[in-house]
């Protein structure tokens, strides 16, 4: 089990001023050492938040996994080739979108996005796609040859009453049917301490991704601490595996 932190919600701080700071790169620093095992950035064609010095600058320093978000684009794809993070999330992207609104749209892009693993996985970077809790999804994901997928939780973060259960379960049996296909199972996507721990029981979870809600509470308690309470909401749930 892995904890990767997302930073861009700082540098959404930083561009509300369009200063310097404060550092996304500072705050990955913390990030680590409140038990981070992981730092992802999300580059977007518009740069509203991180930009191409963040990412430089992380893949220079950052001792832990470097987990890059992107769009399938040929200047992503470019930007990656070079920088060489140790994993690539491609994700689905709209200008006007506030934060990424659901998996990708694989029956669409399904061409492109094998284009766009292949030539990846040729410069020895791992592949991750991010999809919707769906079996038919994982199936397709199988056919571009990515390492791993990233299950989209957003929908039982949002759940409410009886739709928290049939969400939770959807989920549950998203994460088991990849396991059973071969694929290493990532989640992520509105995750928070108190919606995590019921994700964090199901079995043949690798990674939690987690961004809004670390950030949100760093800003009152600080991003170690923030970081180190969301560890162990995880560690304490996850079962023995």
Do not use: W
């Amino acid at each position: 089990m892995t904890l990767g932190v997302n930073i861009d919600h700082i540098a959404t701080i930083r561009q509300a001023r369009l200063g310097s700071e404060p550092d996304p790169v500072m705050a990955a620093t913390l990030a680590i050492l409140g038990g981070a095992d992981g730092i992802t950035l999300h580059l977007r064609e518009d740069r509203r938040h991180v930009n191409d010095r963040d990412l430089e600058m992380l893949k220079g320093f950052v001792s832990v996994e470097l987990n890059l978000e992107m769009a399938a684009t040929d200047e992503m794809i470019k930007i990656a080739s070079k920088r060489l993070p140790d994993l690539v999330t491609i994700v689905p992207e709209k200008r006007q979108e506030l934060t990424t609104e659901g998996g990708l749209n694989l029956k669409a892009g399904l061409g492109r996005l094998k284009k766009a693993v292949d030539i990846l996985k040729s410069k020895g970077i791992k592949t991750s796609l991010f999809i919707n809790p769906s079996v038919k999804d994982i199936d397709m994901s199988l056919e571009t040859g990515a390492d791993m997928v990233e299950i989209h939780t957003g929908n039982y973060a949002n759940a409410k009453g009886d739709r928290i259960q049939a969400e939770l379960e959807r989920v549950t049996g998203a994460v088991r049917h990849a396991a059973e296909a071969g694929l290493l199972t990532n989640v992520g996507h509105g995750l928070n301490y108190h919606n995590v721990t019921a994700i964090a029981e199901i079995s043949g979870i690798r990674g939690f991704y987690i961004g809004h809600s670390i950030i949100s509470r760093a800003v009152l308690v600080g991003m170690e601490r923030a970081v180190r309470e969301m560890k162990e909401l995880i560690v304490m749930s996850c079962p023995v595996q």
